[in-house]
Nanobody
């Protein structure tokens, strides 16, 4: 089974930057796509960005041009560079990995990102 641990959240002013990281352990050989989701207070968890094992990426429209997802397969990590942060980016950010041929989703515990205006 894959375990995921996020790090790098915090408090930042609007316009600032943060870099989130997610480290995978366990059955890392079985990981396919990975990505980031977020959940703001009172809202449903939503997709942010996704990266394939080959490095192809896609993003939700609201973060395009501001966020960049990257992956280091040798270190079993993914990162999310977040620039030009806005108060509406405030949320708990969760790392996600799809495991095995049936693409079973594995979630991290999340890391809080707070953007002050």
């Amino acid at each position: 089974q894959v375990q995921l641990v996020e790090s790098g959240g915090g408090l930042v002013q609007a316009g600032g930057s943060l870099r989130l990281s997610c480290a995978a352990s366990g059955s890392v050989f079985s990981i396919n796509d990975m990505g980031w989701y977020r959940q703001a207070p009172g809202k449903q968890r939503e997709f942010v960005a996704r990266i394939t094992s080959g490095g192809r990426t896609n993003y939700t429209d609201s973060v395009k041009g501001r966020f960049t997802i990257s992956r280091d397969n040798a270190k079993n990590t993914i990162s999310l560079q977040m620039n030009s942060l806005k108060p509406e980016d405030t949320a708990v950010y969760y790392c996600l990995a799809f495991e095995g041929r049936i693409l079973r989703p594995r979630w991290g515990r999340g890391t809080q990102v707070t953007v002050s205006s």
